[in-house]
T-cell receptor, first 109, second 112 residues
Framework: GQQLNQSPQSMFIQEGEDVSMNCTSSSIFNTWLWYKQDPGEGPVLLIALYKAGELTSNGRLTAQFGITRKDSFLNISASIPSDVGIYFCAGYNTDKLIFGTGTRLQVFP | DGGITQSPKYLFRKEGQNVTLSCEQNLNHDAMYWYRQDPGQGLRLIYYSQIVNDFQKGDIAEGYSVSREKKESFPLTVTSAQKNPTAFYLC???????????FGSGTRLTVV
């Protein structure tokens, strides 16, 4: 089945650093979503994007819907230890979401 | 509070036995989904349902079965035909349309 390509696959950063990750697809999507999964839990929705070029923030998180509609970006500013987890992008395709492969984030104090 | 509940959190079964994972939601969502997640892997869609008494296969439906007799419930049965059933199983629900999913907290199934 189709999966979106996320990069990087994993990141190891120091507390306080900014983080950037992206998600690309060969298909156009009309909706992009970003989720975070804590260890042993289900993913939680962070940000939803509905329009090409849209830039949306949620606290220290900022996400953008790429102008080509084939990509999306997530930035986390001033990382803290609780940012640890797996971040998934997702694009809406006809009748269901297609998820990315995930970016695993580790934050060291 | 509205939410989606998966039970149990941990499940152990012997090889060759069928096992049913529960998923209940009180969000009044029309659509429900089952995903499988293996260590270090992304989410793979097993089955989904957009209306009661109807469901569609996802990318990895072989060895699994579902039912949708009530809007609130979407149980998943892992059958003995599933060759590698040990995994983390996630249930989700959503409104119809391009809305985000709400996930349950998952069931970790271990088959020994």
């Amino acid at each position: 089945g189709q999966q979106l390509n996320q990069s990087p696959q994993s990141m190891f950063i120091q507390e306080g650093e900014d983080v950037s990750m992206n998600c690309t697809s060969s298909s156009i999507f009309n909706t992009w979503l970003w989720y975070k999964q804590d260890p042993g839990e289900g993913p939680v929705l962070l940000i939803a994007l509905y329009k090409a070029g849209e830039l949306t923030s949620n606290g220290r998180l900022t996400a953008q819907f790429g102008i080509t509609r084939k990509d999306s970006f997530l930035n986390i500013s001033a990382s803290i230890p609780s940012d640890v987890g797996i971040y998934f992008c997702a694009g809406y395709n006809t009748d269901k979401l297609i998820f990315g492969t995930g970016t695993r984030l580790q934050v060291f104090p | 509070d509205g939410g989606i509940t998966q039970s149990p959190k941990y499940l152990f079964r012997k090889e060759g036995q069928n096992v049913t994972l529960s998923c209940e939601q009180n969000l009044n969502h029309d659509a429900m989904y089952w995903y499988r997640q293996d260590p270090g892997q992304g989410l793979r869609l097993i089955y989904y349902s957009q209306i009661v008494n109807d469901f569609q296969k996802g990318d990895i439906a072989e060895g699994y079965s579902v039912s949708r007799e009530k809007k609130e419930s979407f149980p998943l049965t892992v059958t003995s035909a599933q060759k590698n059933p040990t995994a983390f199983y996630l249930c989700a629900s959503s409104l119809l349309g391009n809305y985000g999913y709400t996930f349950g907290s998952g069931t970790r199934l271990t088959v020994v």
